[in-house]
């Protein structure tokens, strides 16, 4: 036992975690086993930002990830998880223009190249920063294939594709209504608009007919863009302005002449049945001016301030302008009415600023048919989504999907691949650096925009595997089989992988979609740095250890659901942690270290062994379905289930009768299986919680203790027996010490009086099973002697009594409390009762209080009331029970 003095008394995570992982990831086990005999797994994690800080999604999402490898690689397959960081254009750019601006210093002035060493430099600081706080809750990547989604491979990778989907007339180059940041200054993806409900006006407006025969009413949320309005549109079906399709408006403050359009796009129903058409700030009006040939005036700059074209305004912002023209609508008697309007917005899912629909000449992917092969994957189960709800999000956005606007004005990011000859007007789209033009020899200018991030990272499944080249990686590991995802990212990373995919390896880029929800505050709400209710997942991890955050990420877990992050789960999980250790040191303390089990004789295992083992048995079986179904948060229940109550609270307690007892000739029996089963019971929660696992196992004496844990085999349930009987027996004592013990607790017994009992039972079964477990009945229900009876004759009138399966046990009052001395105590404790509920209730009566007390008050007096009552009630009943004794 002197091994013992070796072990703290308690598991200090922040001393045991970094040592375990670097031992872990030092020795090889994080790589795939190179033995081809076994089946290859492999997922591809999420690529984090490098200007990303851990957070509690990121927590989640890897702690769900590793969950999924642990558990793979004990089940013997030869995996691998891929980690890696996303350039993050928008973002980073932001970041580094952020700094630079705190120094003076503007992205114009240092030019392309210097501004992109500087990011580089920016990316080697600090890019790295969220690889080591992954690595802190205990991700057991393949850190030997990290990548980067602008890395050499990775960016051949989006040549290839980029100058594939070219030749194929996948890409093109076009003026499109496009959406526009004008705080970004950059275009955004349709899935990169986030909606959000905005209060705002209609404003009713009055067009003039240009032969003064009257006017036309329309309403509108965005007076500002009047200035770009080239057309005013009716529906063709709409019997009020049939005859005045084709006559000419007077455009107001403008002045310019525009014609009244018959057009389908129009609502009959809605508002007046006329809408105003300003192609170059709407997308619907676009779409409407393309088809009748109308001009795109644009209105703004950049910045969405109005050009100088209308000098009144110009130099305006979109909010400013907005005031200032409805004012002069006003003054020129053009504004009818105004009216309150709550509608959605789109704005910049990266900053939050309103989306501004503009006419920009920009590259697009025709999506309509590399959406189909990807559609039909999931339609025929190639690839699932779990929960299969979540196929919805996909079919609805899939289904309806546009052109995908793929070029960013940013300087951070794949430069498109596209070259343009200034003399000529040729163009060259290659994977080459240079280009020169093959029409008159003159060198080429790149085209300066870079490409949308998630076009790098809907490839990120095959390009990471080495792709395009055909590499074993590739072969071995591709299709991926997990992939481990938020929901709020179905459109814009899962879509474009399946379409990626299907596109260039002609097979899915994963056979599962695992999707998780949101971590939101105790409260319910979304954590946002505007709320101030972020929580650091670090400072956790600092306080309480990795496996207690992990434990709390996935108590309650359901796939596709959001939970709330409850910190009081943080400190069940350290409390679970230090259950097991302390546990862990009980077994130790009671095992000599020469202890040698080859001698353990399985015919000598006693009810309680067997009941454990059978235990044991039915959790592999559950939990391992479980696993298998991505049902984290009720398998690891369980396994906590059986480890504290079954093992700790039940077998523990009962063997430590044979642990102290030297001439116990089933001593040996229960010290193998103490370490047995606590060792099993580790390799089922080592996914969960990796470090106190390994920790525990490392510890204890086991026949075939693997070098660590994480490279154990998984416990197979086959290889246990099951023992029914026992099971049913130890359940009705455990229900019989149950029931006791209630009785014992409601009376404020001390454990350390013993109580006799009479067993009233018609089943000699039962009998003899409460006859062999009467030692399991003297130290956990602190019972001093039993005898048995076929009924319940001549039981004393002062025994308390408990129903059981199979009977009832009685037990003498006199044996619990002295009665006399309990009567005293419950009459005095009833005239205190008597006394807060006069209190309470003239209170409640007085007028003056209820007038003018807070209803808070009045309602916290009301709970007294009511839960004085009851204890008076039950002190009144116990006091007769007594009394009539």
Not at 464 to 478: A, I, N, Q, S, V
Not at 480 to 500: E, H, K, N, P
Not at 581 to 597: G, L
Not at 730 to 751: F, G, K, Y
Request: charged share 30%; proline share 4%.
């Amino acid at each position: 036992m002197a091994r013992i003095d070796s072990i703290s008394k308690t598991f200090d995570p922040n001393e045991a975690e970094s040592r375990l992982y670097n031992e872990w990831n030092s020795k090889g086990y994080f790589r795939p086993d190179g033995d081809p005999s076994k089946k290859p797994f492999s997922i591809v994690m999420p690529p984090p930002n490098i200007t990303g800080q851990l957070h509690m999604g990121h927590a989640l999402d890897n702690t769900l990830q590793d969950i999924l490898v642990r558990y793979k690689r004990m089940k013997g397959y030869s995996t691998l998880w891929v980690p890696g960081t996303d350039h993050a254009s928008i973002a980073t750019e932001a970041k580094i223009v952020e700094q630079m601006r705190k120094e003076g210093i503007f992205k114009e002035d240092l030019g392309r190249e210097k501004f992109l060493e500087r990011a580089w430099e920016w990316k080697k600081t600090y890019g790295g920063m969220i690889v080591e706080q992954l690595k802190k809750i205990g991700s057991s990547c393949d850190w030997d294939h990290e990548r980067f989604t602008m890395d050499e491979g990775c960016s051949d990778a989006v040549k290839e594709v980029f100058v594939k989907y070219y030749n194929q007339g996948l890409i093109y180059r076009g003026e499109r209504i496009i959406n526009w940041c004008p705080h970004c200054l950059t275009s955004i993806s349709n899935a990169e608009v986030e909606y959000k409900d905005q209060a705002g006006h209609f404003w009713h407006l009055k067009y003039p007919f240009e032969d003064g025969s009257g006017y036309v009413e329309l309403a509108t949320t965005r007076p500002e863009t009047l200035l770009g309005d080239t057309a005013v549109a009716v529906n063709p079906k709409d019997e009020r302005y049939k005859d005045v399709i084709g006559k000419m408006l007077i455009l107001p403050l403008v002045g310019r002449k525009i014609p009244v359009i018959a057009d389908e796009y129009v609502d009959i129903e809605f508002g007046t049945g006329v809408v105003k058409i300003t192609p170059a700030h709407d997308p619907n009006d676009f779409e409407v001016g393309l088809r009748h040939n109308l001009e795109v005036i644009n209105v703004m700059t950049d910045d969405a301030h109005i050009t100088e074209d209308y000098p009144k305004y110009a130099g305006m912002s979109r909010e400013e302008a907005r005031a200032a023209i409805v004012k002069d609508l006003e003054e020129g008697g053009y504004l009818l009415e105004t009216e309150d309007y709550n509608h959605n917005v789109g704005t910049c899912y990266r900053c939050g600023t309103n989306i501004e629909p503009r006419v920009s000449l920009q590259w697009f992917v025709k999506m309509e048919e590399l959406a189909k092969p990807a559609i039909e994957a999931v339609k025929d189960g190639r690839t699932r989504f779990v929960p299969q709800r979540f196929e919805k999000n996909y079919f609805n956005w899939m289904e309806d999907i546009r052109d995908w606007c793929i070029s960013r004005q940013l300087w951070w990011g794949h430069q498109i691949p596209a070259f343009y000859c200034d003399d000529c007007g040729e163009i060259v789209v290659t994977k080459d650096d240079k280009a020169v033009c093959p029409k008159c020899g003159k060198e080429m200018r790149q085209d300066p925009d870079t490409l949308d991030t998630w076009f790098s990272s809907a490839l990120w499944p095959f390009s990471t595997l080495g792709w395009p080249e055909k590499t074993e990686d590739l072969k071995k590991f591709y299709p991926t089989d997990t992939l481990v995802t938020g929901y709020d990212i179905i459109t814009f990373w899962v879509s474009r992988m399946m379409v990626a995919g299907m596109a260039h390896m002609d097979d899915i880029p994963f056979r599962d979609v695992l999707i998780h929800g949101l971590v939101r505050d105790e409260q319910g709400r979304k954590m946002s740095k505007s709320l101030g209710n972020g929580i650091d997942p670090l400072e956790i991890i600092d306080k309480f250890g990795a496996d207690a955050l992990r434990f709390a990420l996935v108590t309650g877990n359901a796939p596709g659901n959001d939970q709330r992050f409850i910190p009081s789960k943080v400190e069940m999980g350290r409390n679970f942690s230090n259950k097991i250790w302390n546990a862990m040191r009980f077994i130790i303390m009671n095992c000599e270290d020469d202890i040698d089990f080859s001698k353990v004789d399985e015919s000598k295992f006693t009810l309680e062994d067997k009941w454990i083992l059978s235990k044991l048995k039915t959790l592999i079986e559950e939990a391992s379905v479980n696993y298998d179904n991505y049902d984290y948060g009720v398998a690891l229940s369980k396994i906590v289930d059986f480890i504290w109550e079954n093992y700790c609270d039940w077998y523990i307690e009962i063997a430590k009768s044979r642990l102290y007892d030297k001439d116990c000739d089933t001593g040996l029996e229960a010290r193998y299986l103490l370490n047995y089963v606590l060792g099993v019971s580790m390799q089922l929660l080592h996914p969960f919680m990796p470090f106190v696992t390994e920790e525990v196992y490392s510890n204890l004496i086991l026949d075939k203790r693997a070098d660590s844990i994480m490279i154990s085999s998984w416990p197979e349930s086959g290889d246990f027996k099951a023992y029914p009987e026992e099971e049913k027996m130890m359940s009705t004592l455990m229900d019989a010490i149950r029931s006791m013990r209630n009785i014992r607790a409601e009376m404020n017994v001390a454990p350390s009086r013993k109580a006799h009992i009479i067993l009233v039972t018609a089943s000699e079964d039962i009998r003899k099973m409460f006859n062999d477990g009467l030692p399991f009945l003297q130290r956990l229900a602190s019972v001093s002697s039993m005898e048995s009876r076929d009924s319940k004759d001549g039981i004393p009138s002062t025994a308390v009594g408990a129903v059981f399966e199979g009977g009832e046990i009685y037990m003498p009052l006199e044996d619990l409390i002295d009665i006399d001395k309990e009567i005293e105590r419950l009459t005095k404790e009833l005239d205190r009762l008597t006394g807060e509920l006069k209190r309470v209730e003239g209170k409640l009566s007085n007028e003056a209080f209820v007038g003018k007390a807070p209803e808070a008050v009045i309602n916290a007096e009301r709970e007294k009331q009511k839960k004085y009552s009851e204890m008076h009630a039950n002190i009144a009943t116990r006091l007769a029970m007594l009394q009539n004794k």
